[in-house]
Structure formats: C-alpha cells, structure tokens
C-alpha cells in the first residue's frame, strides 16, 4: 500500500478557556488530530492542513479495523501525502485536525455542555476562522511546533492558512492559500443561508436542540450538502458526467429520481446527512460567511494583509466558480502591492471548486516543487 | 536568443537596476532575469508568465512568479508600484501592443523594452532573397513563429512618439552581444530601451 498506511487519531484536551470572537468562552475542548511523518529534532518541518466546510483530521491513510487491517476509510487528501508526495512524510511532519465546533470528535454542538451535562445544541457558540486558527495555535503549542514550516489548506481551509499569516505572523513560514478567497461575495453568502434555511426550517431541528428528541434534521441537512454540491461542480464536469442521461426505467412523467444528476445529488445528500452533525454544518457557513481580514481596514486587503510574514502560494481553479481565480487574485495583488513574497497558478481543471481535492498532474507538480525550495 | 546576446541583453538591465528597486519582468519564462536582478543588484523582483512550465519552472527558481496572460493587460496592479517593468524579447509576440506599453508605465515608472530588430541587415539581405528571415535571433518559419509584430527601430521609435513615451535611453546590440554605436537600425540584431512617461 503507498501512503500513509494506516493511521490513527488522537486528542488533546485543553482545560485553558478559550476566548471567542464572538464573545463567550470555551471553558475547556478537545481537538482530535491525526499526524503523518515524523517531527525533526529542530521541530522546523512540520506542515498543518486545514479542512473545509465538511472535512475533518482524517486527512490521509486507512484507518484500521478491530483486527488491525486497513479499512475503506481513506483520507480526504490522501492523494497529496505520503511518501513521495508533494506533502512528503519522509521529509515533513504533517497535522491534520478536526476544527472547534466539528462532529468528529473534536468539541463541537454534540458534545456536552458542562454547565448543563447535555449537548451543547444551538447554545455552542458560532466560531469563526479567528477562533479555528487560536485553537489550532494551542495544539501547535501541544505538539510542541513553535513555527509551522508551512500552513495550507483548500477553500475554507485555504482561509484558515491565510489567517494564521495575521493571527501568528512569526508562527508561519509559507501559507498555500488554495482555491480561496480573501472574503465571500454576496452569491457566495446567498448560498450558505439557503443551506441554512433548509436545516433551521426541518421540523426535526427543534431550535438546534434535536439531540434530546431523538431526532436529526435530516432532511435539511440533505438539501444543504445537494445546494453545496452543484456549487463544488463545473457545468462542463456536470454535463460529461450526468448529462441528459436518464436512469433505466426512467420516463414516467412523476418526480422521482430520473435523470442521473438527481441521483448523484440525493446519494450526497443521504451519504452527508447520515453522517454529519447539523449544527456543525450551520457554525462552518455562518465561519465562511464572516471571514473579512480587511474589515477592521476599511476594506483594504493588502492593509489587512500588511502584518503577515510568510511567503504564499496561492492556487485557483479555471473552473472554479463558487470562489473564481480573480478572488485569488484579490490576495495576490494585495500581497504584491506590500512587496510580500507570493507565487500564484491558475490550473486548468474541469472539476470546479472540488480540484483543489483532485490527483490533477500539473496542480500537484506546483505544491511539490513549491514545498521542495521550503528550508527546514 | 544566442546565449552570448541572452547575457549582454541582461547585463544592460541588471545595469540599470539599483539594490532594492522593484522589478516586474512580464514574460519571465523560468525567472532567470529576475533571480539574476535579485542576487546580483538586491532587486526585489515579481515575473508575470503565461505559460505552465514556465511558472512551475520559476516556482522552482524561488521566483515570485503570477501566472497571467499579458493580453489582458496588467489589471490588479496599482499604479506606479515598480520601478522598472522589463518586457524582454517578448513585445514583438503581444497583439495588444500600445495597450502594453501604457500598462507598464502605469505600474512602474519605467518601462525596459527589449526587441530583434527587423531592420537588422542580415535580416535586410534574407528578404532581398526572397524569403524570411531565419536566424538564431529569429529562430522560427514564418508558420509557426510566435511573433506577431516584425518592426524596427525607428518604427518602435516613432510609435513611442505618437504615445508621448520618453526615450531615457536606447542600446543596441549586435549578434555577439557587442553595443552597436553606427546605423544601429542597419548593424543592430537587438534594441534595448528605456522608456518614460
């Protein structure tokens, strides 16, 4: 097996309180993270990898099952790790972690509420980037990583890499900002409230509180991630892939599933909404939405971005129109407007938004030669 | 390009360049100029290139590098960022030609313009013979060059003076890289300008 092989999570638990940008505190939390390679003794090679709206720390390898065997669980950017990859673990030492407010271990909506024993439901506080990247910050401390050799990271993720140049300037050596944007357009947030809405909206919501029913929001939460998915796809992707075409039997004149993309869409939706927790779901596009660097600057980007050390890759999609290369460019500019140090490719890719996920040769070329010329 | 014209065209524009200055090269293929701008002279350098493998090649050069097609002008970059926008051997391949000599002295405040000149005379004596130059400076068949613009001199020199660009300074160079001081329009391979608002 290449790879990783298998691999499995731990947790750190932090009994310091977290302060939030949105005011409130997190008492105490756990992030669940997983590593790849191994820390050097000057501890100068290590690599974060943020997630997006939906990932999670399982970034590579096959978990094991109960009899030590790889499972199907594979990670989500499993193609970019590994030994002879551009994110090589023979060289660095790579962290993956499910962010403040996730459903996958780390403490997020379903955990429970110390001050009530319950789950948290609606009364977990709305994280934003800010507050991912002070809580990454503690587990960087935690691994004992003073300075990230380079932060990276897609779409939301690729945010998160961009705010650790603010957040922690002298933390973070080189920032790889991929298919992202220095803030969401007024579609982009369009978007993420009608996802929103489908979820608040399902009887089985309950006001954020639908643990102690016994109940999930399933529904809602399967429109959302059907929403999300047309907007991770290209039309031209859409049309190789689907097409027209109708599934056998199809034809009947009623609305069940009959074209193929109907099928595709509600297999996404079931599959997420099985697994993913709504509220998580409403606290990550509520994350997207307020991220704004340049607020406190009158909107000026490269003001905003003035503060950061850290040389950048920055990577766009040609397909990618939920955040286009020209919103790349709005912090390519910004940088080159402060003399900051900044490569920036534009791949050509048929897969929309979701390239940045993709085995695409010429994409993967860029990262590795990028993380090549990083000194440890 | 000849290796030996390659270097005299670059030491003319490291020449010009002061430590610390800022310099985009647009066109900057693998970075060479600009790494050579950033080690030798201390510039600090940006290179805006088109093609894939040339910005996967300047990524590896340690090159600031943006991918971006220069027919679309230089849009995102403010005004007077640079103190020198170089476009070496690249201007006789752009379509939009006035529209790219305007944006380089919007950018920066001055523009480093290098091209082969179509008047060199060995150029002069292919098409008294009837056909196309093809020389080391002028490398391809007339079906597969990717120039679209062949000019001289003095017709580079007379557009400069419908755009109101100020010539500060012109060298031309033969096809051994040596400065050509008589009939530079008859006796030059390659012009290198300097160019002002």
């Given amino acids: 097996m290449s790879g990783v092989g298998i691999v499995a999570a731990q947790t750190a638990h932090f009994t310091q309180p977290l302060a939030l940008k949105g005011g409130g505190l997190l008492p105490a939390f756990d992030l669940v993270y997983e590593t790849y390679g191994t820390l050097n003794a000057a501890k100068s090679n290590a690599i974060l990898v943020c997630h997006a709206l939906s990932g999670h720390h399982h970034v590579a390898g096959r978990t094991a099952d109960e009899f030590g065997k790889p499972t199907a669980n594979i990670g989500w950017w499993d193609n970019i790790i590994g030994p002879g990859r551009p994110l090589d673990t023979e060289r660095f030492f790579i962290v993956g972690l499910n962010n403040l407010g996730g459903c996958h271990g780390s403490t997020g909506p379903a955990s429970p509420n110390p001050a009530t024993g319950k789950p948290w439901g609606a009364d977990f506080p709305v994280v934003t980037v800010e507050d991912w990247v002070d809580g990454q910050a503690r587990l960087a401390d935690h691994l004992g990583v003073d300075a990230w050799a380079a932060v990276m990271g897609g779409s939301l993720g690729g945010m998160q890499a961009l705010q650790w140049t603010l957040s922690f300037p002298e933390r973070v050596r080189h920032a790889l900002v991929i298919a992202a944007a220095p803030k969401l357009s007024a579609e982009n947030i369009a978007f993420n409230d009608v996802a929103r809405q489908a979820i608040l909206t399902d009887p089985d919501f309950h006001g954020g509180h639908f643990y102690e029913h016994g109940v999930r929001p399933l529904r809602g939460l399967r429109l959302a991630r059907m929403l999300g998915h047309i907007t991770y796809l290209s039309d031209d992707q859409m049309a190789e892939k689907f097409g027209r075409r109708l599934r056998v039997g199809a034809g009947s004149y009623g609305f069940d599933v009959e074209f193929e993309i109907e099928s595709y869409l509600r297999y996404q939706g079931d599959k997420f909404a099985g697994v993913f927790d709504a509220n998580t779901y409403l606290r990550m596009t509520k994350a997207l939405d307020y991220f704004d660097p340049a607020q406190d600057f009158d909107g000026d980007l490269a003001r905003a971005l003035a503060r950061a050390r850290a040389k950048f890759l920055v990577i766009a999609f040609s397909t990618d129109w939920r955040f286009t290369p020209e919103r790349s460019r709005e912090i390519v500019h910004a940088l080159v407007h402060n003399g900051q140090a900044v490569a920036y490719v534009e791949i050509d890719s048929a897969h929309g938004h979701d390239s940045f996920l993709m085995d695409e040769p010429h994409y993967h070329a860029v990262v590795d030669t990028y993380l090549k010329r990083v000194k440890l | ?197």
């Avoid at chain 2, 002008?73 to 690249?90: I, K, P, W």
Wanted: charged letters at 25%; one cysteine or more.
């Fill in chain 2, 1 to 197: 390009m000849s290796a030996i014209l390659e270097r005299a065209d670059f030491d003319l524009i490291a020449s010009w360049v002061q430590p610390g200055e800022r310099v985009l090269d647009l066109g900057c293929g693998d970075g060479s100029l600009l790494k050579r701008l950033i080690v030798e002279r201390g510039a600090k350098g940006y290179g805006v290139e088109l093609e894939a493998a040339g910005v996967l090649a300047a990524i590896a050069n340690d090159i600031n590098v943006i991918q971006g097609n220069l027919e679309q002008g230089l849009a995102g970059f403010d005004d007077q960022t640079f103190n020198h926008v170089v476009l070496s051997r690249t201007l006789q391949t752009v379509r939009h030609t006035e529209r790219i000599l305007s944006e380089m002295l919007r950018v920066g405040r001055e523009a480093v313009v290098s091209f082969p000149n179509f008047a060199y005379w060995k150029n002069r004596m292919a098409v008294m013979a009837g056909r196309m130059p093809v020389s080391e400076d002028l490398p391809y068949e007339w079906f597969d060059t990717p120039n679209l613009r062949f000019f001289t001199l003095l017709d580079f020199e007379s557009l400069c003076a419908k755009m109101g660009l100020v010539i500060r300074e012109r060298q031309v160079l033969d096809e051994a890289g040596r400065l050509v001081t008589e009939e530079p329009n008859f006796l030059g391979s390659l012009a290198v300008y300097r160019l002002g608002r």
